[in-house]
């Protein structure tokens, strides 16, 4: 059985930093795209963060670049998301997901796996 499982989530302040972690089990994790999509309360999803297999290529929506970095390590099967700089508008249920093959459009969420979220909430 695959899970996914975020954590990492919390509570900050204004400018303040977070790491999100997702650790993948029952899956070859390394062979998975990986990303990170949030949601606001009542809106729709919204596309954070994606990454390769290996690493080595990332991407991020312009509302984070800059201020998010995303990163994995294939041996413990995990998924970070360092969120620094953190802003209000950052506020959200984040989760990660898992694709056998990459998924340009960043408004589909055609993801194989999703985790079941950690919440994030930025004070003013």
């Known amino acids: 059985q695959v899970q996914l499982v975020e954590s990492g989530g919390g509570l900050a302040q204004t400018g303040g930093s977070l790491r999100l972690s997702c650790v993948g089990s029952g899956m070859t994790f390394s062979i998975y795209w990986m990303y990170w999509v949030r949601q606001v309360p009542g809106k729709g999803l919204e596309w954070v963060s994606g990454i390769n297999t290996e690493g080595g290529t990332t991407s991020y929506a312009d509302s984070v670049k800059g201020r998010f970095t995303v990163s994995r390590d294939n041996a413990k099967n995990t998924l970070y998301l360092q969120m620094n700089s953190l802003k209000p508008e950052d506020t959200a249920l984040y989760y990660c997901?898992?694709?056998?093959?990459?998924?340009?459009?960043?408004?589909?969420?055609?993801?194989?796996?999703w985790g079941q979220g950690t919440q994030v909430t930025v004070s003013k």
């Open positions: 997901a898992g694709s056998r093959r990459p998924v340009p459009n960043q408004k589909s969420f055609e993801y194989d796996y």
